[in-house]
């Protein structure tokens, strides 16, 4: 792994906005599906994906979600209902009410919570299968009180098989009715914008390939996304205390997602970095994924050598990680004044992974830097808010002239007039 001096170092990786031809292949392709709809959809599915359908074979049968599990072990089974239980009951906690606010003077403000009313979940098929991820989509929106929720993945994640009977149970186990075998592009227009099979949706979510990022930012208008998200990241704050071969098993966990995927150890001790160095190299070589993880590791990985603490804590903050481990003698107080990060992980025994499939805390995080200003998925985001306002006859007549005073210093007569013919009928 790369090592250099904390001070010198920021992530200043931008969103891939890919290609100009990948660029232009999605806006074909969602053009296509919002002037075609089922047609275009079978098209590219047929040219991308290699699966010919028809439009009745669009929605996963019944029948099908049934045999799944059959497929599946008893033992996924039991820990993907226990992470959906620890998942719905972190999120639970996430639930607000509507508010109202009544004045003395009989002014009622207040704000009102509704629900979106049909979502759309992207799970990908590409280097893996996440059912992980159905979850963390599917339970934040039903805690919300999203009424309708469908599921999209490509057609062949389970290779000649069909679907992936692990995402179809998880899917099911999240209490999802609606699936449909379509990926890529295809399947964010058709979510966007509808056709005579997929109904359209209010919002898109859900991780992807850079096909998929771009037809995310094609539809957002049309639609609301979650977000655009980039390749994987972990930063690892450690001090003298910390275990090497926690460190290094906790950056590979990152760094096998995907060659992009970023994994950084910031420590004070020189001594650690070497040993997590060693570690990283060993650990690496039994790894299924190796190639990934050594691409990862040799383009993204890094060692960064801190002064002090507050060097260390000051790199984490430029940073802005997705997931931050603190494995310091004193992980508390390091607590306190990190800034940006996606999710923490404190102490030697919360390895990312339980954040990422158990705990209950959501692992769709902000990624690239935007934990700067951005925050996990979580239940307002299925949720959108009204203001409510019932101004009394009072509080107009109080209030009224420094209204229209307002409105006609913006040079808006006909605000300050709406204000002003009210007033007149009241003899004010």
Known sequence: MRVLRAEQFGLTR??????PEQNEAVREIVEAVRTEGDAAVLRYTERHDRVKLDAAALR?????????????????????????????????????????????????LGQILRPLRRVGVYVPGGKAAYPSSVLMNVIPAQVAGVPEIVMVTPPATGGTEGIDPYILVAAAEAGVKEMYRVGGAQAVAALAYGTAT????????????????????????????????????????????????????????????????????????????????????RQLAALPRAAIARASIDSNGAVLLAESLDEAIAAVNRIAPEHLEVMTADPMIVLGRIENAGAIFIGPYSSEPVGDYFAGPNHILPTNGTARFSSPVNVDDFLKKSSLIHYSKDALLANGRQIMTLARHEGLEAHARAIEIRLEREGK
């Open 14 to 19: 931008e969103v891939d906005y890919g290609t």
């Open 60 to 108: 996963v049968a019944e029948s099908e979600i049934a045999a799944a599990y059959d497929k599946v072990d008893a033992e996924f089974l039991a820990a993907i209902r226990a992470a959906a239980a620890n998942i719905r009951t972190f999120h639970e906690r996430q639930s607000r009410q509507s508010w109202v606010d009544v004045q003395p003077d009989g002014t009622m």
């Open 198 to 281: 997929i109904p359209p949706v209010d919002k898109i979510c859900g991780p992807g390939n850079i096909y998929v990022a771009l037809a995310k930012r094609a539809v957002f208008g049309a639609v609301s996304i979650d977000s655009i998200a980039g390749p994987s990241e972990i930063v690892v704050l450690a001090d003298e205390t910390a275990d090497p071969a926690y460190v290094a098993a906790d950056l590979l966990s990152q760094a096998e997602h995907d060659e992009m995927a970023s994994a950084i150890l910031v420590t004070t001790s020189q001594a650690l970095g070497e040993a997590v160095d060693a570690e990283v190299e």
